[in-house]
């Protein structure tokens, strides 16, 4: 009975805890969901389309490389701040050009998508390992640093209630900061639009949509392509907005806990940010509760939990995610499936 | 004369592809590293493939030591490849051999540490199941959330592979910690090391893991089991009806799956590691896959590819050392030889040839299930 009352107070204490740290995580939150949501809206804008992309980690790792590569190299001829700004643009074109890759593969050659996406993981890991090795560790030096973000006045995040919402989205670097407005012009383009009509007929039912004579291929390759673009934004994220150096296999699965975002989403990109913000949220509590750590009990349970635990979480949660929502949650009918036309072979 | 022609004929078949899907990576490859050597201080380069490849070759089989050294790195292989195939078999996809490994090296190593002083005859065996049982625990996780969710296996395991290498290093820190060493490690084996065969590094893995590979081929073609699993590989639904129950057979085969790669992890800890510690990175899971594929996912046809990627893995340091072409580069052969697999048209249209399709039917399996076709409603 005791017992009983014990866990009870500190559910409690652990609610009134989390709801004062609240909003100092609220940044962090989004900080770490950002390259998570980009990856989930390209397997939205893939999968949306009838093509299953597994390979969105590799893709963000070579974006993160190369983008990485753009900023070391020209860094101290054209400044880093000039600089960084090509290694966005860099990377989000490697996205882009790896998404025709994969577009290639999957919607003309009708390879086998689950291995073209696999092809596409071993061969990021290998190539940026490769380049790393060969390239940026003999020259020990560093990289053009991380893009500035922007700081709303203390007077904007003191406001009751919506001032720590504000700095949650405008207290960030400007791949952080456009990550919302990509969510809501998607959510609209795919429901609202004749593109996003399309895009959703070619996922369904391929051969009606063909029968109207929307050209399925050029739909998905358009799709693939445009998504990896922002799986390339997400590299880009990670490596000249967050961290400003480059590890290999530095992406640690954001890829595909990025898939589970998109799938606890149901392939709309609104739900898959908000997958995304609540891996971010599982994330920001391991660092918020060994920065701040609560008072009394509460504190010394939560401190006894291994760092190692928290940092497990992300990848825990996900399995809990997928095995509780894939049930119930419907993908689009020809995903996975390629589509030959009547009359090719 | 004649039938020996038409043996020759069906081996070009079964294997042609394969094969210039090789010689095409390491073609592709060569062009990767002369267009990077631009990029160093020792700038272009023309002749450094060549140089590169020869000394690969020549570390990998170059001497008694080198042709050692690529049978040890082959064994794990040989096991890791037979994960991800068996789990081919049954339309499952097993990226998970990675983690199972860890959880296999590590669990081996443990028992292995608390049996140092006890004869071989119980230290080994007990050593060796251990492994197995974590690897088949490890997989059943997969398994079991597939079978009853749905929840796709591509993603579980890659997560459960991320989560295995943070938990092991937990466990090592503050679990089984070793006294008396400068940094985080399980104690060490002693007794519990696997017997050494020949020469100075070829353990009783190796010729076990030619063994399984007997095993294997024997459970999918002449048991009931194999049987099953190769119809809900085919096919579950047409298994369902049948009376199979392609619910257990996902988990079981996906246990089977972890306990191959488990054995593996137990196999190189007990004998080439010898002591867990954080830091143990396993390219096996990887390789794996790449070994499988190329393979065709048959026992067989598995031995022979492990070997030439134990070769490959064998051979880079040299490689590396003589050239400074890095490892790295056989990661990046690996994924071309996926790719050219994946899309043999590149391979049918370059070297103009006729072989049939070397598709693995049941991949079909894998990434209809992935939108949930194959395990539950039928296919529109």
């Known amino acids: 009975m005791e017992a009983i009352g014990t866990l009870l107070r500190l559910i409690w204490e652990l609610a009134v805890y989390l709801v004062t740290v609240l909003p100092d995580m609220l940044p962090i939150i989004l900080f770490l969901a950002t390259p998570l949501a980009l990856g989930a809206l390209c397997g939205v804008l893939g999968e949306r389309s009838g093509v299953v992309n597994i390979g969105i980690e590799g893709i963000m790792l070579m974006a993160a490389f190369f983008g990485y590569l753009t900023g070391f190299a020209l860094h101290n001829v054209i400044g880093s701040g000039a600089s960084l700004a090509l290694g966005i643009v860099v990377a989000v074109f490697v996205g882009a050009l790896l998404g025709l890759v994969h577009a290639w593969l999957t919607v003309s050659v009708r390879a086998d998508q689950i291995i073209a996406g696999t092809m596409m993981n071993i061969a990021a890991f290998g190539v940026t390992g490769y380049l790393n090795r060969l390239i940026i560790t003999p020259s020990g030096l560093g990289g053009a640093g991380v893009i500035a973000p922007f700081h709303l006045p203390d007077a904007v995040g003191n406001l009751p209630l919506i001032g720590p919402v504000l700095v949650m989205f405008f207290d960030q670097g400007p791949i952080a900061m456009s990550v ?58 990670l490596t000249l907005e967050s961290t400003g150096s480059f590890q290999n296999g530095m992406t640690g699965g954001r890829g ?72 119930r949650s419907t993908p689009p009918a020809a995903d996975g499936v390629p589509y030959i036309k009547e009359g090719k072979s | 004369m004649s039938r020996l022609r038409s043996g020759a004929r069906q081996i070009w078949q079964v294997a042609s592809i394969p094969l210039l899907a090789i010689v095409l990576a390491f073609i592709v490859a060569a062009v990767v590293i002369v267009v990077s050597s631009l990029f160093t201080s020792t700038g272009f380069e023309p002749l450094l493939p ?19 050294n690529t049978l040890v790195a082959a064994a794990p292989l040989i096991l890791g490849g037979l994960a991800v195939g068996l789990g081919f078999k049954a339309g499952l996809f097993n990226i998970g051999v990675a983690g199972q490994f860890l959880v296999g090296a590590f669990s081996a190593a443990v028992v292995g540490a608390n049996l140092a002083d006890a004869p071989a005859a119980i230290g080994v065996p007990a050593a060796m199941v251990a492994g197995a049982l974590g690897g088949a625990a490890f997989g059943f996780i997969p398994g079991f959330l597939k079978a009853r969710t749905g929840a796709h296996e591509v993603v579980t395991t890659i997560m459960l592979n991320n989560a295995a290498v943070l938990l092991l290093t937990w466990a090592v820190n503050d679990l089984v910690r070793a006294p008396g060493f400068s940094f985080p490690r399980t104690g060490p084996i002693g007794n519990s090391a696997l017997p050494i065969l020949l020469g100075r590094n070829l353990h009783l893995g190796i010729p076990l893991a030619v063994l399984t590979v007997f095993a294997v081929r024997w459970l999918l073609d002449r048991t009931t089991l194999g049987f099953e699993i190769r119809t809900v590989g085919q096919n579950p639904n047409a298994a369902r009806y049948a009376g199979m129950r392609p619910i257990f057979i996902t988990a079981l085969t996906m246990t089977l799956s972890g306990l191959l790669a488990g054995v ?49 893995r064998a051979g880079a340091p040299l490689m590396q050392i003589e050239t400074s072409v890095p490892v790295e580069v056989i990661d990046i052969i690996q994924a071309l030889v996926i790719l050219f697999l994946a899309a043999d048209l590149i391979v049918r249209r370059v070297f103009r040839i006729r072989a049939p399709k070397v598709e693995i039917t049941e991949l079909k399996t894998v990434t209809q299930s992935w939108a949930g076709t194959a395990s539950g409603t039928p296919p529109p």
């Open chain 1, 180 to 237: 919302l407005f990509i969510v809501i012009v998607l959510q609209i383009a795919l429901f609202r639009t004749k593109w996003g009509l399309r895009t959703r007929a070619v996922g369904e039912h391929p051969k009606a949509a063909d029968t109207v004579g929307i050209d399925v291929y050029r739909q998905r390759y358009q799709n693939v392509i445009f998504g990896c673009a922002l799986a390339g934004l997400a590299g880009a994220f």
């Open chain 1, 256 to 327: 595909f806990i990025a898939l589970a975002a998109m799938i606890f989403g149901r392939w709309t990109p609104l739900g898959a940010f908000g997958g995304a913000l609540l891996f971010g949220t599982a994330t920001a509590l391991g660092v918020v509760i060994n920065v701040r750590v609560p008072e009394g009990d509460l504190g010394t349970v939560l401190k006894s939990i291994p760092t190692f635990w928290y940092a497990a979480l992300p990848y825990l949660m996900t399995i809990v995610i997928l095995a509780g929502v894939v049930g």
């Open chain 2, 264 to 312: 593996a992890g137990a196999i190189q800890m007990l004998g080439v590691i010898g002591f867990y510690a954080p830091g143990i990175t396993a390219s096996v899971g990887f390789d794996s896959i790449a070994v499988a594929l190329l393979g065709r996912s048959n026992p067989i046809g598995i031995l022979f590819a492990a070997i030439l990627f134990g070769a490959f």
């Open chain 2, 50 to 68: 060549l140089a590169a490849y020869a000394s690969l070759l020549a570390g990998a089989f170059g001497s008694g030591t080198g042709i050692a």
